[in-house]
C-alpha cells in the first residue's frame, strides 16, 4: 500500500492532475474485459514522456511497489489488472504518432496510440498497420498481449510488426530495441523477447512499426454449411490449395442466432465461414472466386454468397463486427470464460469438433480465425454459482489440454494474464524455467505486473 506521503513524491514527478487515487479511477483501473475479479491499485498515473515513465519506475522500485502498465483495459485475460495493487501507468496521454516515414512504409508512435486511430491517420499515405484485434486497444496493449485478430492469417500478429522500441526496465534504466532496417541478423532479438511478455519485463514507450500498402480490391465470400465439420474442412481445403484469404473466420449456428436476434438479421443459422481475399485485378479476384466457391460446394455448402469490391465485402462482413458485444447483450447479467486456444490447421477439424462435444451442457459460443486455427470458445454463465462456474472451468480446462495434445497452444492471441498461468508448465516444459530466470534477471523484485505468467 503506498501512503499519502509517496503518493505526494509523486505528484512531484508529475503534476498534480496526473497523479489520482480517488475511488472512481482506481475501479476504472480494477478490471479488463474479462470475468477476473477486479483488483483496485493504489494509485494511477498518466505520464506524458519517456523520461517521467522511468522517473515513475525509479520511484517504484526504490518502494518495492508493483507496477502495472495500462493501455485500454480491453485484455479477457485479466492481463492488466493489478493484482499486487501498486501503481498503474496509464498511457491513455501518451498518444502521439511521432512520425509517419512512408517512404520506409514506418510509423514511429507513442504506447498509447489506439490502433484505429493510427490506421485512419494512415489511410492518406495508403499505408496501414494490419494487426486487428477489433476492440479500441493501444499499441502498448497490442505489444503487451502480441495481438492479432481477423487479418493476421495473411499478415501476421503484432511482433511481426515492431521494429525497434524505447523500453523502460524494472530498475528504471531505458533501452532502445532494434533498428529501421527491414531485416537484420544482429544480436539477441530482444523487441521480440518484450513483445506478448505483457508489461512484466519492460514498459514499452515508443515503438516503430512496419506498414503495408492498402489493398487495391477485395473479393468477400459468406459460406454456410450443414455441419461444423464442412466448415472446417473448407478452411483446410482452401488454406492447402495454396490460395491466401486476408481473413477466414468461422461461426458455429449458436453466434448466427444471436447476430439474427441481436442486429434484426434473417441468416441462415448454420455454421458459417467468412472470407476475404485483396488483389489487384477484377478478374483475378473473380477466378480466386470461382476456385473458393468450387472448394466450399465439394464440402457440401448450403449457401454460398459472394461479390467483388470493398461494398460487398462490407455487405458480407458486416455481421462479424460487434460479435463479441452481441452475445454479452444476449445474456444480461452474465459472464463469459472465452477461450483461445490455436492448433496446427490440419488439426483444426477436430479441435472444433471437441470444443462443440466438450461445451455440450453449456450455453457456449464458437468462433475464430479459422484461418490460423484459432478458435474462441465463448461460454456464458454466472461465475459466482459456484457448481456451474466449476464445470465452466472443466471444460475449458479440457479444450486447453486437448490443444496442447494437438502441439497447439493456451492461447493465440487473447494472453496469459491470470487465466492462463495453469498452462504455462504443461505448454513450454523445461523452458519455463529460463522463462522464470528471465524475469528475475530483469526484475528481480518481481515488481512488474506481478501475478502474471507464473503460478
Ligand atoms: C470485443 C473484444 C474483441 C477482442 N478481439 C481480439 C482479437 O481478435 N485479437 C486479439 O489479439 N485480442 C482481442 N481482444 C483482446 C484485447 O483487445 C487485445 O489483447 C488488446 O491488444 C489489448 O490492448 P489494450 O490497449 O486494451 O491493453 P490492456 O488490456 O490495457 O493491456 C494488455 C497487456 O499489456 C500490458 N501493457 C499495456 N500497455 C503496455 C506498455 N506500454 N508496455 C508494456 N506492456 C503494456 C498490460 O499490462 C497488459 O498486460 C479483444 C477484446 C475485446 C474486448
Redesign the pocket.
Known sequence: MISLYDIGELKTILDERRVSSGDSVRRLHSH??SFHAPVLPDVVVWPHTTDEVSRIVRFACRHKVPV?????????EG??IPVKNGIVID?NEMNHIIEVRPEDFQVDVQ?GVIYKELNKSLTGEGLFFPPD???A??I??????N????RSVRYGATRDYVMRMVVVLPNGDVIRTGNRARKCSSGYNLTALFVGS??TLG???EATLKLVGLPVNYMAVRATFPAVFNATDAVYSIMRAGLTPSAMEFLDANVVHVLNHDRGLKLEENPTLLMEFHGFSNQGLMEEMNFVEEICRTNEALSIDCGIGAEERARLWEIRHQT??SIKRYHPGLAPLIMDVAVPISRYSEMVAFCRREVGDLTAYLFGHAGDGNIHVHVVDDPQDKKRWARVEESGNNIVMKALEFEGTCTG???I?IGKCRYMQTEHGESLALMKQLKKLLDPDNLF?PG?FFL
Open positions: 479488463d474485459e502495472t502498465a495500462w493501455g485500454a483495459g480491453t485484455s479477457l492481463n492488466p498511457f504506447a484485434p477489433g476492440a486497444a493501444t502498448g496493449g497490442m505489444i503487451g498481449n495481438a492479432s485478430g481477423i505483457e508489461g514498459i514499452v514507450t463479441y458485444e492471441e487473447h494472453g494474464g505486473n502474471k
